[in-house]
């Protein structure tokens, strides 16, 4: 099999993980043990999403502003569009660079969904505000020298004309200032592979980072594939068919599902995974141990 040690403590797998606000102080407290845990990882970056319709403002801001403290890594914070004027939006973002954020991660985002539902609305730009993500990342390049990170759609996003528009946006935003894309998660190695050859074919060159989604339960994937357009093949419906009430077994075939997509991805060549964390530990660490990349007490937060 391919040989998947890393070369030495920093090896040549670069990992990162991302983060969503915590809603309770219970929530909070997680966050806060799940990133010490894993920062012995030495992540590249960890991130912390923007809740949709912007509504986790002051919690991602928070979040970020803890976990620049705790992670033993950079902090990237996500930014929407969304109910938003340019004018706020830029206040966000000069707000990171006041708490030393220097990492964005810039996207257009989705309409508010009522009761936690996919709203399944099309995106309208608010009066005054950025139209798209490509516009907030020219936006940002204003402000400040912010290193910008966007999103791209191995399965196209699912607003676009057609899979060479989507391919169109990707690289409007790289050319307007961002300098790698991270994938919305996919859950077979060749969905990444064709895309990465498209956009090499397109002659982007930078960094396409895929992004690994350790599910815990098929319904979680269901209800996140529904609302960004991820297939869902159907030996993975099969795997989960009946684990319905056995969490245990559950939680180790989704382990064993994607690091099995990791190991595909790092014998293609992939050296940068972005991992989904869900605010959870051990999945994220347990991959991360497969690809080589092992704790370095020195990455461990004092
Ligand atoms: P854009 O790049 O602006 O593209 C949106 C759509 O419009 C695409 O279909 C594109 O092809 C099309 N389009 C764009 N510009 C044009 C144009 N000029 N002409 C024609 N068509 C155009 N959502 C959140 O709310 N919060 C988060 O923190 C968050 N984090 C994410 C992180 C990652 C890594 C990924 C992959 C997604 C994340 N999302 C997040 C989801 C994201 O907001 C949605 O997928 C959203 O629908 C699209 O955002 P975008 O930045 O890709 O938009």
Redesign the pocket.
């Given at each position: 099999g391919p040989d998947l040690s890393t070369r030495g403590p920093e090896g040549d797998i670069a990992v990162s993980f991302?983060f969503f606000p915590p809603k309770t102080d219970k929530m909070a407290a997680a966050l806060h043990q799940t990133a010490r845990g894993l920062a012995p990882l030495g992540p590249r970056f960890v991130s912390v999403?923007?809740?949709?319709g912007g509504s986790t403002r002051e919690r991602t801001l928070a979040a970020t502003a803890v976990l620049a403290q705790e992670a033993g890594a950079p902090v990237a914070g996500?930014l929407?569009c969304?109910n938003a004027t340019r004018a706020e939006v830029d206040d966000v973002a000069r707000t990171y660079w006041a708490q030393g954020v220097r990492h964005i991660?810039?996207?257009?985002?989705?309409p508010p969904a009522q009761n936690g539902q996919t709203s399944g609305a099309r995106?309208i730009p608010t009066p005054g505000g950025y139209e798209?993500?490509?516009a907030l990342v020219r936006g940002l390049r204003q402000i400040a020298p912010f290193e910008i990170s966007?999103?791209?759609?191995p399965e196209t996003?699912?607003?676009?004309?057609s899979a060479q528009?989507?391919l169109d946006?990707?690289k409007?935003?790289l050319d307007a200032g961002a300098t790698r894309a991270?994938?919305?998660f996919f859950f077979e190695a060749r969905t990444f592979l064709r895309f990465r050859d498209r956009v090499a074919a397109a002659g982007i060159t930078a960094e396409i980072v895929p992004?690994i989604l350790p599910i815990s339960n098929i319904e979680q994937a269901y209800t996140f594939a529904a609302q960004?357009g991820a297939h869902i093949p159907l030996w993975m419906r099969r795997l989960f068919d009946g684990l319905d009430a056995h969490p245990e077994t559950r939680s180790l075939v989704t382990t064993a599902v994607a690091g099995e997509l990791c190991r595909q991805l790092r014998a293609e060549g992939v050296t940068h995974f972005?991992f989904y964390t869900l605010n959870k530990t051990a999945p994220s660490a347990a991959l991360c141990r497969l690809l080589g990349r092992h704790p370095c007490p020195e990455n461990a937060p004092a």
């Amino acid at each position: 099999g391919p040989d998947l040690s890393t070369r030495g403590p920093e090896g040549d797998i670069a990992v990162s993980f991302e983060f969503f606000p915590p809603k309770t102080d219970k929530m909070a407290a997680a966050l806060h043990q799940t990133a010490r845990g894993l920062a012995p990882l030495g992540p590249r970056f960890v991130s912390v999403t923007y809740g949709a319709g912007g509504s986790t403002r002051e919690r991602t801001l928070a979040a970020t502003a803890v976990l620049a403290q705790e992670a033993g890594a950079p902090v990237a914070g996500h930014l929407t569009c969304v109910n938003a004027t340019r004018a706020e939006v830029d206040d966000v973002a000069r707000t990171y660079w006041a708490q030393g954020v220097r990492h964005i991660v810039a996207l257009r985002g989705d309409p508010p969904a009522q009761n936690g539902q996919t709203s399944g609305a099309r995106f309208i730009p608010t009066p005054g505000g950025y139209e798209n993500a490509a516009a907030l990342v020219r936006g940002l390049r204003q402000i400040a020298p912010f290193e910008i990170s966007v999103a791209a759609y191995p399965e196209t996003h699912p607003e676009a004309a057609s899979a060479q528009a989507d391919l169109d946006n990707l690289k409007a935003k790289l050319d307007a200032g961002a300098t790698r894309a991270i994938t919305q998660f996919f859950f077979e190695a060749r969905t990444f592979l064709r895309f990465r050859d498209r956009v090499a074919a397109a002659g982007i060159t930078a960094e396409i980072v895929p992004g690994i989604l350790p599910i815990s339960n098929i319904e979680q994937a269901y209800t996140f594939a529904a609302q960004c357009g991820a297939h869902i093949p159907l030996w993975m419906r099969r795997l989960f068919d009946g684990l319905d009430a056995h969490p245990e077994t559950r939680s180790l075939v989704t382990t064993a599902v994607a690091g099995e997509l990791c190991r595909q991805l790092r014998a293609e060549g992939v050296t940068h995974f972005h991992f989904y964390t869900l605010n959870k530990t051990a999945p994220s660490a347990a991959l991360c141990r497969l690809l080589g990349r092992h704790p370095c007490p020195e990455n461990a937060p004092a």
